[in-house]
């Protein structure tokens, strides 16, 4: 395999050299992997093969091996694209040899290298972890889907990346607007997706042509990110400039009208300074009737390497999404119906929803000394939304849905600070690898609502109202005016829309945090750590257009009082215990807690606390075949014993009305299993395959009571509870599993010709809403049980020099399911469809 590899390399005449330097601190042996440009390489494997002693490299190249007694030793160094080499050093009164290893190997061939092969992550420093740790050091799963599964998956999206992710589902794809990701029973909100570290937003679907890699945390990571949802955090890792002339040129193009052209260039500007962009524009229609999409995205970068220990890379993006919003098929009756189309479009045919979105980013990386590092990350985002149709398709038994206009337009702007300080100290025989650090965002978001003209009025009380912009017949919207009692077709005028209100939301989160890898020796070890979060939103604004006013949106106590801004302040701790009996395995168990922000008030007309989520986890890691394969496997627990629920009944019996009027009357449970394998099996085979099983369900909830209630001379009683316990909430999936095989031809007439198969199974989920048990106790049953599905893609392609040609066939066994989200927005998956892609790699020698 090494040599095929080594082979390939040479192939294209390119010639360089790597350098291990070992200078002496305390007995044993320290050193630092790097190439001939003097950039560090990570995840080498260095062995002392008298000993059987084996280490990686971290993020900067270095390694150590400590406590070794005065002797020669035989040092084995092995990475990606490399020959193994092995050189003989000497250990005396605590001090090492230098020693020098060179190799036909430079920086930008060993990133030629590894996008060969699905290699392990178990040794390689994670960026998500902020730590500078390597995965199997963390008691924590962790899934890198890497740029080679990018590539041959010719993912756009970022579910399609995902779906390579196990414990991770898609919930609902609502009107196309945003994809909506579930992970451990927890939806992943506006607050757990990053890029680069930094937060990012989801809306508009996350563009793919720039990703390097997707880096998932599993289970919590509020002692790193703060206010994040419980299941997981997703890391976006972007291309970086390169110090080499370069790039790719690509077209892409696919089923339904579908055109993309991609352009990625990078290069030196000086010595000091190197560049990157990349850009491209999508145009597409859809299996869907009436809707398309056009998209234009560029992210330019700037890396200024100051010095040998200090570098800045200034990072931007810009992505303007137009797309027709696209609620899908709805529901009938309340429940699926495969009598509507699969094609069949029911907006109004100029709905239309155009988003912007950008990111900045300057990110400083500066290192002290072979021990000590600083990172310091400043960025903004903004997101602009501008939308206009119809959202909620309901129709009745007889397939009657009435249309109900929606016209909204928002924008975000969030600034996002951090500083992370990590460093390599002992105490006595006992490493520690500390991490210091301090971030902050800020929030700001404007709501705009609208009158539309003929669609809202008031009513007798100045409340707002609306009525139906029209009705359509949801089996064949043709024949509307047959089915309607009006007898009146569909409408197709725009009706006009004033702004009347600008709702103001400001948010500001700070937190500090600290974190210790204890390494008690080399198969014990410890991680610990805590973080203190603040979180302050004030009362939100609201400026009326009409009256040219801004006023402050005010919930008052029961005393009538103003309550001020809602504070919320949460500790976070995490303890994990590690053990590593051989090099290849680690074996994991951990706690950690995340904390997750309520609305509402109490009975008393005070803030909700936040609620205080436990969660447990145990693990392995492995690798096998000197890390041509990778296994791992995780089990969890994550209980939430303070869920808030909306108060039912007030303490002298009567109904509470108010639905921010909540307690902690809750609780939850998700529990579940997931594993993963991975790898380069041979030279040019390439595997990667997942399963997860997740159960989250309400544990406890408000029992059946009743009250009464007086309306005329008629007194009646009224049942009420809370949600039947037990049952799987609604958007969150029972089982996935995915697999993916790519085989490369390395020899012979067919050299260069791949072929690849990928299957994702979503397993059965709920839908509509999750029953009371008032519910239950009448015979009702608002759930609505999604069958699971399976999707088959078939891939294959061919590279010759600088060009390749990768084509793929979807969903070959044209599976029919769908996402959805409540009842309203049902989407059904995409039929058979074929893609492919044109490229061609250029590179300046």
């Not at 009435?402 to 300080?421: D, G, I, W, Y």
């Amino acid at each position: 395999m090494k040599r095929s590899f080594l082979g390939l390399i040479l192939s294209l005449g390119l010639v360089g050299a790597i350098h291990l330097d070992v200078s002496a601190q305390s007995k044993g042996v320290h050193g630092r992997v790097k190439t001939k440009d003097g950039a560090a390489i990570e995840s080498a494997t260095v062995t002392i093969t008298t000993l059987g002693r084996s280490t990686s490299t971290s993020r900067d190249g270095s390694f150590h091996f400590s406590d070794l007694p005065d002797g020669t030793y035989t040092i084995r160094i092995k990475s990606i694209g490399n020959a193994v080499e092995e050189q003989t050093i000497t250990v005396k009164d605590g001090k090492a040899q230098t020693v020098i290893v060179a190799m036909n190997i430079s920086e930008s061939q060993l990133e030629q290298v590894e996008v060969f092969g699905y290699n392990s992550h178990n040794n390689k420093t994670v960026n998500v972890g902020k730590a500078g740790i390597i995965d199997k050091d963390l008691p924590q799963s962790v899934q890198i889907i890497n740029k080679q599964i990018i590539t041959d998956q010719q993912v756009n999206r970022l579910s399609d990346a995902l779906k390579n992710a196990n414990g991770v589902a898609m919930g609902a794809n609502r009107g196309g607007v945003n994809e909506n990701f579930y992970a451990r029973g927890y939806s992943l909100g506006a607050n757990n997706i990053f890029k680069n570290g930094a937060r990012t937003n989801n809306g508009g679907s996350i563009e793919a042509s720039t990703l390097e890699s997707v880096e998932i945390l599993k289970g919590s990571a509020a002692l790193l990110y703060g206010g994040v949802s419980g299941g997981a955090v997703v890391n976006l890792v972007t291309k970086k400039p390169k110090f080499s002339y370069g790039g790719e040129a690509s077209m892409r193009v696919g089923s339904y009208d579908f055109y993309k052209p991609t352009v990625d260039v990078y290069g030196p500007i000086s010595n000091k300074v190197a560049f990157r962009m990349i850009g491209t524009y999508e145009k597409a229609g859809s299996f869907r009737d009436q809707v398309k999409s056009k998209r234009t995205y560029v992210n330019p970068s700037v890396l200024y390497k100051i010095s040998d220990q200090t570098d800045l890379n200034f990072t931007f993006d810009y992505l303007k999404s137009d797309f027709t919003p696209d609620f899908g098929i709805g529901t009938v009756d309340g429940k699926l119906n495969q009598s509507v189309g699969r094609n069949t479009f029911l907006n109004v045919p100029w709905a239309y929803n155009n988003t912007n979105t950008s990111n900045g980013q300057i990110n400083f990386n500066h290192k002290f000394n072979e021990s000590w590092n600083l990172n310091a990350i400043a960025s903004y985002q903004t997101y602009d939304r501008d939308y206009y149709g119809s959202d909620r398709i309901q129709a009745d038994k007889n397939g009657i849905a009435p249309r109900n206009l929606t016209r909204s337009k928002s924008n975000e702007f969030t600034a996002n600070q951090q500083l992370n300080l990590t460093g390599t100290v002992k105490t006595g025989s006992i490493k520690h690898k500390i991490l210091v650090g301090a971030d902050a965002d800020q929030s700001h978001a404007n709501a705009y609502a609208f009158f539309i003209e003929g669609i809202n009025y008031y009513d007798d009380k100045k409340v707002l109202k609306a009525n139906p912009y029209d009705a359509i017949y949801v089996f064949n919207p043709s024949q509307t005016a047959e089915h309607t009692t009006t007898g009146n077709g569909l409408r197709t005028d725009i009706p006009g829309a004033d702004l009347l209100t600008k709702t103001t939301t400001d948010i500001y989160r700070y937190g500090v945090f600290l974190q210790d890898l204890i390494e008690l020796n080399e198969k014990f070890k410890v991680l610990a750590g805590i973080r203190y979060s603040y979180q302050r939103t004030p009362n939100s604004e609201r400026f009326t257009y009409k009256e040219n006013k801004t006023e402050e949106i005010v919930t008052k106590d029961g005393q009538g009082n103003p309550m001020g801004a809602k504070v919320d302040k949460a500790w976070s701790p995490k303890f994990g215990l590690i053990y590593q009996p051989i090099p290849s395995s680690s074996i994991y168990i951990t706690y950690a807690n995340n904390f997750t922000s309520n609305s509402g008030y109490d009975i008393n007309y005070q803030p909700l606390a936040p609620s205080i989520i436990d969660q447990y986890e145990a693990g392995v890691k492995n690798d096998f075949f000197n890390g041509r394969l990778s296994a791992n496997l995780a089990w969890y627990r994550i209980n939430n014993n303070k869920f808030a629920q909306q108060l039912l009944l007030k303490p002298d019996g009567t109904e509470n009305g108010d639905a921010n009027m909540k307690e902690f009357s809750g609780k939850t449970a998700s529990e579940g299993l997931e594993a993963e394998v991975t790898g380069t099996l041979l030279p040019g085979l390439n595997v990667t395959a997942g399963y997860s099983y997740n159960y989250m369900r309400y544990t406890h909830t408000n029992p059946i009571s009743s009250y009464t209630t007086t309306v005329g001379n008629d007194t009646k009683t009224v049942e009420i509870s809370g949600s039947e316990e037990n049952v799987r909430l609604v958007g969150t999936t029972a089982h996935t599993a995915n697999g993916t095989v790519f085989y490369t031809f390395q020899q012979g007439t067919v050299k260069g010709l791949k072929l690849g198969f990928s299957s994702f199974y979503t397993g059965r989920r709920n839908a509509g809403w999750n029953n009371t048990k008032v519910d239950v106790r009448n015979g009702l049953n608002r759930l609505i049980s999604v069958s699971p599905f399976t999707t088959i893609d078939f891939s294959a392609g061919y590279t010759y020099k600088n060009w390749s040609i990768l084509g793929k066939l979807s969903n070959i066994n044209n599976a029919f399911n769908y996402y959805i989200h409540e009842n309203y927005s049902v989407n059904p998956i995409p039929p058979r469809s074929f893609m492919a892609t044109l490229s061609y790699k250029f590179e300046k020698r």
